[in-house]
């Protein structure tokens, strides 16, 4: 299961094991906006970024809710124009494409 933060939401690293994020605390839009600032600047130093494609360990704390320890990772997402229905079932994840046919 995956949760997709919000900007209710706080991610935090304090277990992470990469030094340039330990013990930060951000927002998902400060800490993509701190990535995309990391990501122009790949020509010196990619060390920051690279964990973060694998997968990094973090806590993320909603509202009202405690802190869960779990990982983070990035992942590309391609959202297309249009597709009938046909083609938008071949295109989901397995476990969707499941949930669906069992509605059905």
């Known amino acids: 299961m995956s949760i997709y933060p919000d900007d209710k939401d706080v991610i935090g690293f304090t ?3 990469e030094p340039y994020w330990a ?12 990535l995309l600032s990391l990501l122009s ?12 494609f694998k997968s990094i360990n973090c806590e993320l ?14 992942r590309l997402e ?5 597709l009938d229905e046909q083609e938008a079932q071949l295109l989901l994840p397995p476990s969707e494409n499941m949930d669906n046919e069992s509605k059905n």
Not at 41 to 52: E, G, H
Not at 61 to 74: A, E, F
Not at 78 to 82: A, H, N, T
């Open 15 to 17: 277990n992470s094991s």
């Open 61 to 74: 704390l909603q509202p009202g809710g405690k802190w869960i320890t779990g990982s983070l990772r990035l």
């Open 23 to 34: 013990d930060d605390v951000y927002k998902p839009q400060q800490l993509m906006k701190t």
């Open 41 to 52: 600047s790949l020509s010196n130093n990619t060390s920051y970024v690279i964990p973060f």
């Open 78 to 82: 391609f959202i297309p124009d249009e």
